[in-house]
């Protein structure tokens, strides 16, 4: 690959400044593919920035894999503004992209516009992220006029689960279409990039095609500008993943060997020995 390939490419690219939504949009036009992966804390974020990874999302996902809640609905804005405060300190080189939770969006433009300011402004987010499609373009349009880049995300959205009556494929059939019009209609209010969960592929495939900006999949087939998943669930932490989630590594099973050699070491005296310690 050549040295100007390196510079331009958003995974694996040459670190030096963050990277913006015009990146974003070039590498849609060159037919880039590239990863994005959820972060929550600075070591992991410095982990994944250093790996190269362009888009880190701070997701409402938190909820669960952070705080410990069966759904994305618990999770606040105060919850989530010092995780991704903690995620930009961690990276230099990734956009970060904070999650407007629950109930901090709905209701209006302007209170879509005051979250997504204190993400901005408390946190140094660089976009946030809302879920929806025709019934938040208001808030969509109020974002992006103010300056603030906005990731739409359609098909499964955790945040409606108890309308959808459960973790459900999404745009099947004569709900595809309006998948389709939702994600033109997010474009055309100023949406950067849009993502999809949990929909056919064939759907996601002609939703990519029928779009300038990139679209994001996760269980939406291969045919998506990106790919996103939750770190946990890649790394293997997840005991029951969804069958979108391929696992890279078991670090739930590395981790158990780990503190279990530690523990062992403690009860038998053989930690610490006297090069881990103080004389």
Known sequence: MSSTSQSTALYGGKAGRRITVRDIAAAKERGEKWPMVTAYDAMTARVFDEAGIPVMLVGDSAAMVVYGYDS???????DLLPLTAAVVRGSSRAMVVADLPFGSYQSSPQQALETAARFM???GAHAVKLEGGRRVLPQVEALVSAGIPVMAHLG???QSVNVFGGYRVQGRGQAGEELMADAKDLQA???FSVVLECVPADLAERVTTSLAIPTIGIGAGPATDAQVLVWQDLM?????????????????????????????EVVSGAFPTPAHSYS
Do not use: C, I, S, W
Request: net charge neutral; aromatic share 8%; glycine share 4%.
């Open 121 to 123: 402004k408390e946190a």
């Open 189 to 191: 209010a100023g949406a």
């Open 72 to 78: 994305t609905l618990p999770v606040t804005v105060d």
């Open 156 to 158: 499964l959205t955790p």
């Open 236 to 264: 293997g932490l997840t005991p029951h993943p969804a069958k979108f989630v391929k696992q890279y590594f078991n670090l739930h099973e590395a981790m158990d060997r780990a503190v279990r050699a530690f523990a062992e």
